[in-house]
């Protein structure tokens, strides 16, 4: 959503959305602000992240023709830092 605090002329702060064009928030404090940010990011991660994992879930490509298997990744781990480490990581997720 885009979106910009203001401050208020009686001192606390206001969140004017672009998206409706008129005040969502009033008389706030940074401390309120935060947690409101917080709480939209949350909510964006956690819709992106089940997005994600559904499709995976579903045996389908989240990342397209980027989606890597766990063979894949193991496959660049032992490229990149050697077959110890890959050894290491399938003992931590297998």
Do not use: W
Not at 63 to 69: E, H, P
Request: negative net charge; charged residues 35%; glycine residues 6%.
């Amino acid at each position: 959503m885009g979106q910009q605090i203001i401050k208020q002329p009686k001192g606390g702060y206001a969140i004017f959305s672009t998206i409706v064009d008129n005040i969502t928030h009033y008389d706030m404090t940074k401390e309120d602000i935060i947690e409101e940010l917080l709480k939209e990011e949350r909510n964006r991660i956690t819709e992106k992240v089940n997005k994600i994992c559904d499709k995976l879930d579903a045996g389908e490509n989240p990342y397209y023709q980027f989606t890597l298997s766990i063979e894949d990744c193991l496959g660049v781990i032992e490229e990149v830092h050697g077959e110890k480490e890959r050894k290491e990581v399938e003992k931590l997720i297998k």
